[in-house]
């Protein structure tokens, strides 16, 4: 059975991180906020808040091979820039994949949904 998920000050603050972060973040990105913010936590807390975003499709679950999930806040159609020197994913829009997805459909494909990754390095890791 699942436990009930309350309004609890940690499960606001976190709802809040993923509407003020525009790149995919981690589980200690999100316990290092709810520090930050002097808010006790521990890391079960914090998966079973952010588990309950997922399931409730408030939130979108990435894996870019780094042995971990990343979570970000469902908006539009975007990619990702993931560095392979730094921790780093960040977000980018996107302009071609209606028209690429409509191709797709022309083979007979019912595209459900899709993930696209850029790996390289960022540009601080340029330097
Ligand atoms: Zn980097
Ligand atoms: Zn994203």
Redesign the pocket.
Same mark, same amino acid.
């Given at each position: 059975m699942e436990a009930k998920i309350k309004n609890t000050p940690a499960r606001l603050a976190i709802t809040q991180l993923f509407e003020n972060t525009d790149s995919p973040i981690d589980i200690e990105q999100i316990i290092a906020f709810l520090r930050s913010k002097k808010l006790k936590t521990n890391k079960v807390t914090v998966y079973r808040i952010v588990d309950f975003l997922y399931k409730n499709e408030i939130i979108n679950r990435l894996e870019f091979g780094e042995g971990k999930f990343r979570y970000e806040v469902k908006k539009e159609d975007h990619h990702h820039l993931v $560095?392979?020197? +730094?921790?780093?994913v960040e977000d980018v829009s996107d302009v071609f994949i209606d028209k690429f997805e409509k191709d797709i459909a022309k083979k007979g494909f019912l595209v459900k949904s899709h993930s696209l990754e850029f790996f390289g390095? $960022?540009?601080? +890791?340029q330097l």
């Open positions: $560095c392979s020197n +730094c921790d780093v390095l $960022c540009k601080n +890791c």
